[in-house]
C-alpha cells in the first residue's frame, strides 16, 4: 500500500506546477478571506465617513472664525498706525537684550578692548565668553568710556551678567570693585531704574538717620535718670 502510494507520488509531482493543486486546508482558509476582506472594508467605510463629517464641521468653525477675525480687523484699523512703532521698540529692546554695558573698565592701548574683557572673564569670572572685536564699542565721554559689548546670544549675557554681579562683588580687588556689568537699557528702562536707585539711596539715608538720633538720645536718657530711679537712689 505504501509502494502503491510513493508511486503516485512521483508520478503526480512533476505535473503539480501544472495543474495547480491545493490541499483542503488552503482551500478552507482561502474560503475565509473574502468575508475577513469584506469586514475591513465596512470597517474603513464606517471609519471615512466619519473623518468626512467631522472635516466637514472643522471647516465651518474655522470659517466662522475667519469671518470673526476679518470683523473684528476692520473696527480696530484706526489703531493700526501705532503698530510699527511697537514693533520697532520691540526689535530694540530685543537687540539691547544681547548687549551688556560695561563702567569703570580700564582703556587700555596695548590690548584690545575684547581681548582684556577675555582675560578679565577667564581669570575673575571663572566663565569665557564668545567676543567679536567689532562689536565691542567705546560711548560717552567719560573716563573710562563706557564698553558695549554684544555677544551671540541673550542667554549669553545673562550668563555674563550673573557672573560679573556673583564674583566681582566678592573679590578683594579694588580696581575691580568699580567695574560694573550692566543691561543695555532703553532711555525708559534707563530712568526708571534710576528711579528705583534714588527710591532705594533715600530708604537707606533714612535708615541710616534714624539709627544715628537713636544712638544720640540713648546717652542722654542714660544721664538724666526717671522719677523712680532719683527717688529710690535718694531712699
Given at each position: 500500500?505504501?509502494?502503491?502510494?510513493?508511486?503516485?507520488?512521483?508520478?503526480?509531482?512533476?505535473?503539480?506546477?501544472?495543474?495547480?493543486?491545493?490541499?483542503?486546508?488552503?482551500?478552507?482558509?482561502?474560503?475565509?478571506?473574502?468575508?475577513?476582506?469584506?469586514?475591513?472594508?465596512?470597517?474603513?467605510?464606517?471609519?471615512?465617513?466619519?473623518?468626512?463629517?467631522?472635516?466637514?464641521?472643522?471647516?465651518?468653525?474655522?470659517?466662522?472664525?475667519?469671518?470673526?477675525?476679518?470683523?473684528?480687523?476692520?473696527?480696530?484699523?484706526?489703531?493700526?498706525?501705532?503698530?510699527?512703532?511697537?514693533?520697532?521698540?520691540?526689535?530694540?529692546?530685543?537687540?539691547?537684550?544681547?548687549?551688556?554695558?560695561?563702567?569703570?573698565?580700564?582703556?587700555?592701548?596695548?590690548?584690545?578692548?575684547?581681548?582684556?574683557?577675555?582675560?578679565?572673564?577667564?581669570?575673575?569670572?571663572?566663565?569665557?565668553?564668545?567676543?567679536?572685536?567689532?562689536?565691542?564699542?567705546?560711548?560717552?565721554?567719560?573716563?573710562?568710556?563706557?564698553?558695549?559689548?554684544?555677544?551671540?546670544?541673550?542667554?549669553?549675557?545673562?550668563?555674563?551678567?550673573?557672573?560679573?554681579?556673583?564674583?566681582?562683588?566678592?573679590?578683594?580687588?579694588?580696581?575691580?570693585?568699580?567695574?560694573?556689568?550692566?543691561?543695555?537699557?532703553?532711555?525708559?528702562?534707563?530712568?526708571?531704574?534710576?528711579?528705583?536707585?534714588?527710591?532705594?539711596?533715600e530708604g537707606r539715608?533714612?535708615?541710616?538717620?534714624?539709627?544715628?538720633?537713636?544712638s544720640v538720645l540713648?546717652?542722654?536718657?542714660?544721664?538724666?535718670?526717671?522719677?523712680?530711679?532719683?527717688?529710690?537712689?535718694?531712699?
Amino acid at each position: 500500500m505504501c509502494q502503491h502510494k510513493n508511486d503516485v507520488f512521483h508520478v503526480l509531482q512533476p505535473i503539480l506546477l501544472n495543474i495547480n493543486w491545493v490541499c483542503s486546508g488552503c482551500i478552507s482558509s482561502i474560503r475565509e478571506k473574502p468575508k475577513s476582506v469584506d469586514d475591513q472594508l465596512q470597517l474603513l467605510y464606517t471609519v471615512l465617513h466619519k473623518l468626512e463629517a467631522e472635516h466637514r464641521s472643522l471647516v465651518q468653525k474655522v470659517d466662522s472664525l475667519t469671518n470673526i477675525s476679518l470683523s473684528s480687523a476692520t473696527l480696530v484699523q484706526p489703531s493700526a498706525v501705532t503698530s510699527p512703532t511697537g514693533s520697532a521698540v520691540t526689535r530694540d529692546q530685543q537687540r539691547r537684550r544681547c548687549n551688556i554695558i560695561i563702567s569703570g573698565f580700564p582703556e587700555s592701548e596695548q590690548i584690545s578692548d575684547a581681548d582684556f574683557l577675555r582675560e578679565l572673564c577667564e581669570c575673575h569670572l571663572n566663565y569665557k565668553p564668545w567676543l567679536d572685536d567689532s562689536r565691542c564699542q567705546r560711548l560717552g565721554k567719560s573716563s573710562p568710556r563706557l564698553l558695549r559689548v554684544t555677544l551671540a546670544s541673550e542667554q549669553a549675557a545673562a550668563e555674563l551678567l550673573f557672573a560679573a554681579k556673583t564674583r566681582l562683588s566678592k573679590s578683594d580687588d579694588s580696581a575691580l570693585c568699580r567695574i560694573y556689568f550692566n543691561r543695555d537699557l532703553n532711555p525708559a528702562e534707563a530712568k526708571q531704574a534710576y528711579l528705583l536707585r534714588k527710591e532705594r539711596r533715600e530708604g537707606r539715608q533714612s535708615a541710616v538717620n534714624s539709627a544715628g538720633e537713636g544712638s544720640v538720645l540713648n546717652p542722654l536718657a542714660q544721664s538724666f535718670p526717671t522719677v523712680s530711679e532719683s527717688s529710690t537712689q535718694s531712699a
